[in-house]
């Protein structure tokens, strides 16, 4: 017997998933407007009453479910994304459900000046902010021997860049203005690292740190840092991944089951809560035990793997 890595060819395949523009023919994943309008919500109605909160990324999936959530509990609302028709069919969906205009602003969180604009518009619409929920993130699947230099700029861009201009923006104003503040990261679950997804986590690892330390530096002006690592959440997201992974994803974790986007919105509404008050500096796992127990390759596990690596 050799010492040849079993499989070897297969080393030597690149990986690569890009789905369609429009996402042709596959099928939408995770809760659509009909869903999420017959959620039920431990929370009583006026819970976020007065309170003003803005959600990156809410025109799909987790962002949505939490803007949502947020306005049915009194809060005001304010959301951002790089597409105007998603923003509006959120907006939508809470006038018809609340009766409650939010206020959608169209913004990419890679450019510092958006971000000003958008803060800014934040605190003229409603006399302040609250709670920043930066949600809005992403990437592809890929082997990182493999990634473009521009794919890994996109990534880091938006999920460690992105998230920090709008940190360091909120921080600013709340500073400036005296006013207590929140920021909740949402991040995922990079603790034993995550193949096919390197980039992701080497952005989220920095997300975490960064928030581990400004929770304590922002203590005394009053501003709480916390991060929410989600698990394998079914959302519009998961049109980045090819079918044959989206099959095995439920497997990652020992529930062997995919969380859904009310999960994450029921956590976001509990730490902007007046019961989050004490918590800071915290990253809060939503992820059915995934971080004991699984692994997910996104672009599709390599044969030498396929054991799972059970003893
Ligand atoms: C957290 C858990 C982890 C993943 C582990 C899986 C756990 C399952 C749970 C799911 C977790 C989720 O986060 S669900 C998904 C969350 N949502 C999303 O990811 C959707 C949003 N994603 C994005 O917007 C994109 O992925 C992202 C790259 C970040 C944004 O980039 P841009 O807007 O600049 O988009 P593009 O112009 O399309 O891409 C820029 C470059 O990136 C590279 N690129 C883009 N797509 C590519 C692809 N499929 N394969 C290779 N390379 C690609 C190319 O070099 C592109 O340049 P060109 O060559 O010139 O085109
Ligand atoms: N679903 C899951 O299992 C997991 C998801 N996550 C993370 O949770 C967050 C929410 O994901 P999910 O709801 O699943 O996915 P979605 O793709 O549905 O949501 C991501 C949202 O972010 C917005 N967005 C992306 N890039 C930017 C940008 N540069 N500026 C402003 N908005 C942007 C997108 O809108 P638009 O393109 O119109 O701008 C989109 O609405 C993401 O950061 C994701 O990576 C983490 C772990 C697991």
């Known amino acids: 017997m050799g010492n040849e890595p079993l499989n070897a060819p297969d080393l030597h395949a690149p990986r690569i998933f890009r789905p369609e523009p429009g996402d042709p023919g596959r099928p939408k994943r995770g809760l659509d407007d009909e869903a999420l309008r017959t959620q039920a919500t431990i929370f009583r109605d006026d819970l976020l009453a007065g309170h003003t909160i803005l959600i990156s990324g809410a025109g799909s999936g987790m962002g949505k479910a939490a803007a949502y959530l947020a306005a049915r509990l009194g809060a005001n609302v304010a959301i951002c994304g790089r597409t105007r028709e998603k923003l509006d069919g959120t907006a939508a969906l ?7 205009e939010i206020l959608c602003v169209e913004a990419n969180i890679r450019d510092p000046e ?32 493999d990634f473009s230099r521009k794919g890994w700029l996109a ?50 690892a920095g ?76 990253l809060m796992i939503i992820d059915g035990g995934q971080a004991q127990w699984g692994v997910v390759w996104p672009a599709g596990m390599p044969e030498y793997f396929s054991d799972n690596g059970a003893a």
């Not at 809470?94 to 409650?100: A, D, N, V």
């Not at 997201?237 to 095995?248: D, I, K, Q, S």
Request: a negative charge; hydrophobic letters at 40%; glycine letters at 10%.
């Open 207 to 282: 997300v975490i740190y960064l928030s581990k330390t400004v929770a304590t530096e922002w203590a005394p002006h009053n501003i709480r840092v916390n991060c929410i690592g989600p698990g394998v959440i079914e959302t519009e997201g998961f049109r980045m991944y090819p079918e044959e992974a989206l099959a095995r994803f439920h497997n990652a974790n020992p529930m062997k089951t995919r969380g859904n986007a009310w999960d994450v919105a029921e956590a976001i509404a509990y730490l902007a809560s007046p019961a989050g008050r004490f918590i800071n500096g915290d």
């Open 155 to 204: 990534v880091i861009d938006t999920n460690l860049n992105g998230t920090w201009w709008m940190m360091q923006e909120a921080a600013k104003r709340w500073r400036a203005d005296g006013k207590p503040g929140h920021v909740i990261n949402i991040v995922a679950n990079v603790e034993r690292g995550m193949p096919q997804a390197a980039h992701t986590c080497a952005a989220r």
């Open 114 to 145: 958006a971000v000003e604009t958008l803060i800014g518009a934040v605190h003229d619409h409603f006399g302040g902010l609250d709670t920043l929920v930066n949600n809005a993130g992403g990437q592809f699947p890929q082997d990182a021997i």
């Open 94 to 100: 809470i006038r018809e459900e609340t009766g409650r």
